[in-house]
């Protein structure tokens, strides 16, 4: 009888013990944990190569040395999940204290994956928004040709900079506008080099608003540069991607901008077929112009 009530008090004092070190949820009562060591996150280069950004919720337990261990993914992209389970473990902290006494806590760490988790790209993805956006007000507003040529010019170099995996929509419109700057200043030879560049970064992949509009500023700059078999060929491109972008739902204020934007590709197509002397495929191009 004394072994059983002896197993008993053993039993009850294990369990009384286990339930006081358990972690409890970090509250108001508690002075929180403070961080000692926050490491930078190592990004996955798969995840940074298919461009998979966002916060990976991690909850944690902190123990009374202020050790962490990883309990769960709480939520965020898959792909950066295990990156940031491994990250986490390199945490230190201080730990709670619950009347002044070191106590093992539950509580969530974010971390980013995000532009501007990485130095080595948000330095130079910094500049170049300052610098495209700058582009952008530039095209927006009437002024000298050269002043557009100069802003777009320095956005578009400092797209070439970006490193790899670095998002591309706004460098590929960064090159169609310094394209667009170099044909209103009579630069057109110049302009097709650039609108080329557009064209490859945009298949990859592709992209069909940018690549519409990277064909149309190319086969432009082709026409006015006199290549005008490479302008039809750089056109009709141009209107199969904004074909296939007006097939796609959308609102009507943006449907309806898409269509203007097809009828003067068409038009300025039907322009540059007449002056290949091909009338007949230029009147085609005139009439579906009419359509829209």
Not at 195 to 213: F, Y
Request: proline fraction near 8%; include cysteine; hydrophobic fraction near 45%.
């Amino acid at each position: 009888m004394k072994r059983i009530f002896s197993f008993v008090v053993l039993f009850l004092l294990a369990s009384a013990l286990v339930h006081a070190q358990a972690p409890a949820p970090l509250d108001s009562s508690m002075t929180p944990p403070h961080v000692l060591n926050h490491p930078q996150a190592d990004f996955p280069p798969i995840a940074y190569a298919a461009h998979v950004y966002g916060t990976v919720i991690v909850e944690v337990v902190i123990d009374e040395n202020g050790h962490v261990t990883p309990v769960r993914i709480v939520s965020g992209p898959p792909m950066l999940q295990q990156a940031a389970l491994n990250t986490v473990e390199r945490y230190a902290f201080t730990p709670a204290t619950l009347h002044g006494k070191p106590v093992a806590v539950k509580m969530d760490i974010n971390i980013d994956y995000s532009m501007n988790s990485l130095p080595h790209v948000a330095e130079g993805w910094g500049k170049f928004q300052q610098a495209f956006k700058k582009c952008q007000g530039k095209m927006k507003r009437p002024g000298p040709a050269l002043d557009q040529v100069e802003a777009c010019g320095k956005a578009a170099q400092l797209a070439d900079a970006l490193p790899d995996g670095a998002p591309t929509f706004d460098a590929i419109t960064a090159y169609v506008q310094y394209a667009t700057a170099l044909i209103r200043d009579g630069k057109a030879a110049d302009a097709v080099p650039v609108g080329k560049k557009a064209i490859a970064m945009s298949k990859q992949p592709e992209t069909l608003l940018t690549l519409s509009a990277a064909y149309e500023v190319t086969g432009e700059a082709s026409a006015i540069a006199g290549d005008l078999k490479a302008a039809d060929q750089y056109l009709t491109k141009a209107e199969e991607c904004k074909s296939r972008e007006l097939q796609l739902p959308t609102t009507p204020p943006l449907k309806k901008h898409d269509s203007q934007v097809m009828k003067a590709m068409l038009q300025f197509h039907a322009k540059v077929l007449a002056a290949m002397g091909n009338q007949k495929e230029a009147d085609s191009k005139l009439r579906q112009a009419a359509k829209l």
